[in-house]
């Protein structure tokens, strides 16, 4: 055998001493490493520029909202055309669109949303006041029919076609085409005001009736939050359902699943070790976007139960038109979900390692 041929180490085999720490052993996960850190870059670079496309969008978008904000800041009052020009030059309406824009985009990097013209206080000021009750209501809503949803498609995907997926499915088609709105006042309608024999059993809106203190207020709120986070589960559990469903639909012709049953697997084990982890991307996407939402709350829903949080916020905001405080609600909606969104990004090569390279 020749010098040539004794040099040439076989593959798959081990090279004694320092060739074990040299650049051939610790290059898979060096490139593993640099392609996943090109993947997060990516993605924050992504993210970054959709949030300067909502910036500009909010500007320019809700100045297409008929009204005039000055006038009913004088309360439908009589007022000179002085008074008017006045009342511009304070909230720097009177100046070019263009710098009107310039000033936005400056103070808004600096994290100042401006001045809510009908509240005379801070945008961010307002927003950090809402959102606690936001929160406290699309945070309970979502944990409540994010489970319900996995654990409901997790068995109707593992039994389709038997009588309970028919059931589980066609009542989560059904109230996930319904409004939210309608619902809502459905649920006000016959629970809180009550109807024939039904009692009215809950509050028709707010978030308490007042004078508690203690654990009785506790009470009070978890009571008017009943029918609200009632109608964000019944709206929104079906599509988690439906998703989760469908990918596990997807996994379960797989031949590692026939390997797992072939070895003595039982079929839960088979379900909750292989199925539903290989299985979790589809549903892992749409919880971050539904826990991007947790923060925009529901304006409809928020509406009809007069619940004081963000959408009820924008609402009134809207009727105005209360610029600052549209724009400012607008983009920390769109910059929660573009964050969770990116962060699920950030975790699919965890969950998959295919997913990155």
Avoid at 21 to 27: F, K, N
Avoid at 64 to 72: A, T
Avoid at 109 to 133: C, H, M, R, W
Avoid at 248 to 262: H, I, S, V
Wanted: neutral net charge; glycine residues 10%; hydrophobic residues 45%.
């Amino acid at each position: 055998m020749t010098a040539d041929a004794t040099s040439a180490p076989v593959e798959g085999t081990q090279t004694a001493g320092p060739a074990k720490d040299g650049p051939a052993a610790r290059g898979p996960r060096a490139r593993t490493t640099t392609a996943y850190l090109r993947y997060v870059a990516g993605k924050v670079a992504g993210a970054a520029v959709s949030l300067l496309a909502v910036l500009v969008t909010s500007f320019f978008l809700f100045r297409l909202i008929p009204g005039d904000p000055v006038k009913f800041m004088t309360g439908g009052r009589q007022v000179s055309a002085e008074q008017l020009a006045a009342y511009r030059r304070e909230f720097g309406l009177d100046l070019p669109l263009w710098q009107q824009f310039t000033d936005y985009c400056g103070k808004a990097l600096t994290g100042d949303l401006g001045t809510s013209y009908q509240f005379n206080a801070p945008v961010i000021d307002k927003i950090t006041e809402a959102l606690p009750n936001t929160l406290l209501l699309t945070g309970t809503a979502f944990v409540l029919y994010t489970a319900l949803g996995i654990v409901l498609g997790t068995r109707s995907a593992w039994r389709h076609g038997r009588l309970g997926d028919r059931i589980h499915t066609g009542l989560a088609l059904t109230l996930y085409s319904i409004p939210s709105f309608w619902l809502g006042l459905l649920l006000i309608i016959t629970l809180s005001v009550g109807i024939g024999p039904i009692p009215g059993l809950f509050p028709t809106g707010g978030m308490e009736s007042g004078g508690e203190e203690g654990f009785a207020r506790v009470l009070d709120v978890a009571h008017h939050l009943v029918l609200p986070v009632l109608t964000l589960v019944a709206v929104e559990y079906g599509q988690t359902l439906l998703v989760t469903r469908s990918a596990l639909l997807d996994e379960m012709g797989n031949d590692y699943l026939t390997t797992a049953r072939a070895k003595g697997l039982r079929d839960d084990l088979v379900r909750r070790r292989h199925a539903v982890p290989n299985a979790l991307l589809p549903t892992v996407t749409l919880i971050f976007i539904n826990l991007g939402r947790t923060v925009a709350g529901v304006i409809l829903v928020e509406t009809v139960f007069s619940w004081p949080g963000l959408g009820g916020l924008f609402y009134q905001a809207l009727s105005v038109p209360d610029l600052p405080l549209v724009q400012g609600l607008f983009f920390v909606f769109a910059a929660a979900v573009i964050v969770m969104n990116t962060l699920a990004d950030l975790i699919y090569p965890l969950l998959d390692p295919r997913v990155g390279r």
